[in-house]
């Protein structure tokens, strides 16, 4: 009889050391599985990232341009106008100057 139940109570321990085993394997699994999914998910949450970063650069930069296009031609018909001054107003505005100099300084 005790010989039973020292049969009994191995088969329970080599049981309950399987179990034991089994779930720490299912441990392992799980917890692998879990880090694999983890690092899809911040992959992507990375990969999200950049493509919404370089959204808003590129939305900053067409924001940029918007604004200075204006500044730009502004500037360039400014240009236009200053390379299209007439010869001979550019001949009396020299010599207003050349003028005021010559009497404002003349006499020292």
Known sequence: MAKETIEIIKDAEN????????????????VAEAQRLAEEQFNKIIADAELEGDRIIESAKENGNNLAKPIIEDGMKRIEKIKNIDEDKLKEASNIIIERIVNGYGNS
């Open 15 to 30: 049981e309950a050391m399987k179990l034991i085993e089994d779930a720490k394997a299912y441990a392992k699994k799980t």
